[in-house]
């Protein structure tokens, strides 16, 4: 792109010095200093110059000669303008297709496609941000609810394991109770067999 812009820099200082230095050169003495001397040399006549024919042909053939250099000049500066503006129009439409390439490839750089859509970045951010967000917000609910969970089930493995306590006290009291029934009733039987044998 800084080529471009040197380039036509370059072109219309090429313009300016075209035209300061068909402005600027000439060769020999200028028309109005040949003008001054013949109007010097000529000889006065009543309020009237008289000026040799060949001086004034002369003059006519410097003026002309320096009318068609002029010419001369100002085609091939017009030629070189013709060919400068064609180059500048031609630049200038590299530039427009360079700036439409820098655009396209700029939004190619600013966007960023995701399950085959085209987003920004900053929506693709957004849209990741909101996705991360409700994932731990999904996450948090889930880990909250496996909390509670397993408080319950801790509640009721303890409630299971105080049950089991409870049926194995249960359980052994009972055991210890019909032991010693059985020995009560074993201590009758005996009492009673001991009645009957002594009678």
């Known amino acids: 792109m800084s080529k471009v812009v040197i380039r036509i820099a370059a072109t219309c200082l090429c313009c300016i010095s075209i035209n300061v230095n068909a402005a600027g050169l000439q060769n020999g003495p200028s028309l109005q200093s040949q003008f001054d001397a013949i109007i010097e040399k000529a000889n006065n006549y009543q309020d009237y110059k008289v000026v040799k024919t060949a001086s004034l ?3 006519w053939k410097n003026a002309n000669d320096s ?21 500048i129009d031609s630049l200038k439409q590299g530039l427009n297709q360079q700036e439409a390439s820098l655009q396209a490839s700029t939004s190619i750089n600013n966007s960023i496609g995701f399950l085959g859509i085209n987003f920004s970045k900053t929506g693709y951010n957004t ?12 996450l948090a609910y889930l880990s909250f609810l496996n909390g509670n969970f397993k408080r319950e089930a801790q509640y009721r493995i303890k409630l299971f394991d105080d049950l089991t306590e409870e049926f194995k006290t249960h359980r052994m009291k009972s055991n210890e109770k ?15 067999e001991d009645i009957l044998a002594g009678s």
Do not use: D, H, P
């Not at 849209?127 to 999904?138: D, H, N, P, Q």
């Open 57 to 59: 042909r002369y003059l």
């Open 67 to 87: 009318l068609v250099k002029e010419r001369q000049k100002n085609a091939t500066s017009l030629t070189k303008i013709a060919k400068n503006k064609i180059e």
């Open 127 to 138: 849209f990741m941000w909101s996705l991360i967000v409700g994932l731990a917000a999904v």
């Open 178 to 192: 019909e032991k010693r029934l059985a020995r009560e009733l074993q201590t009758e039987r005996n009492k009673l």
